[in-house]
Structure formats: C-alpha cells, structure tokens
C-alpha cells in the first residue's frame, strides 16, 4: 500500500459539457478521496507556467490558450496508488487510444480538449498541487 495524492482537473471542456459531477463520481468510485477542490478560470499567463514542461512541444500555445478558454476544477484525490488509478480512470491523451470505459473513452472529441488532466509522477504531483493549493486548503 502507498498512499499518494495526485493533482486532477476537468479541462475548460469538461465544465462547460456540465461533466463536472459525472468525472468527480468516477473517482470517488473509484475510491479516491477528494482531499481538495476548486473552481478556477486560468489565465493564459498562468497556463502556459502550469504546462510549462510542454514548452517546446507544438501543442503548447493552442493548449495552454484553450486550457485558459474558460473555468476548470482543480482537485487533490488521495488514496492507494492515486497517481496510476487516476490515470487508468483518463485513459490515453488521444481518445482514440484510450481503453473503453474510460473518461477519455467515453467523452473526449478531441486529442487536446480531453477533459481531464492528471500528474504522471509523484514529483510532478507535488509541484501541481502546489500551484493550485496553499496549506490551508489541503486537508
Ligand atoms: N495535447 C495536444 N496534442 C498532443 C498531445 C497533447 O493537444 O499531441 C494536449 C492534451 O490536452 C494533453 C495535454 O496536451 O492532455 C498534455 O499532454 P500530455 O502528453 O502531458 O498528456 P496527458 O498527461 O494529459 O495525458
Ligand atoms: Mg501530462
């Protein structure tokens, strides 16, 4: 057992499709505790630091300008291996790859507008929660 959190948000996409309730029940059934939340419009100063580690990839100003587009929802879920189980809930960052069943899977339309994000390793996790939550907002 090694319990972890892990930095989740619904995409700009994902609010404005009113999927919010549907992917926070995924995890909560998936048994992740949600340790945190919040409701946040990003600008797109503060998109382009948050994927900052995307810079020289060509996605990265059409990304970081859509993940700026409208509010997302930053959430700490915490339990047994968070990291990994939040990223089997995602699936693949191309839908089309993505196993059945999946967020991903099941909503997605397109590669960039893929509803959810997910930290990838427990470093990166704690950078991300921390760009998002002070200590008095994580329980
Ligand atoms: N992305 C994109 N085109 C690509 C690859 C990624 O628009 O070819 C976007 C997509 O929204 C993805 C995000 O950039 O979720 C970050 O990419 P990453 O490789 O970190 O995928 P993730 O960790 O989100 O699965
Ligand atoms: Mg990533």
Do not use: C, W
């Not at 499709?17 to 100063?45: N, P, V, W």
């Not at 995307?54 to 970081?64: A, I, K, N």
């Not at 397109?110 to 996790?125: C, M, Q, R």
């Amino acid at each position: 057992m090694s319990i972890e959190q892990t930095l989740s948000m619904i995409k700009p996409d994902g609010v404005a499709r009113g999927l919010i309730g549907e992917i926070i029940g995924r995890f909560e059934k998936a048994g992740l505790k949600i340790r945190a939340l919040k409701m946040l419009h990003l600008t797109k100063a503060q998109a382009l630091k948050f994927y900052l580690v995307h810079q020289e990839r060509p996605f990265y100003d059409s990304l970081t300008s859509f993940m700026s587009s409208g509010p997302i929802v930053a959430i700490i879920l915490e339990g047994d291996n968070a990291i990994q189980v939040n990223r089997d809930l995602m699936g693949a960052t191309d839908y089309r790859q993505a196993a059945a069943g999946t967020i991903r899977a099941d909503f997605a339309k397109e590669i960039e507008a893929n509803l959810v994000h997910g930290s990838d390793s427990p470093e990166n996790a704690q950078i991300e929660i921390a760009f998002f939550f002070n200590a008095l907002e994580r329980v």
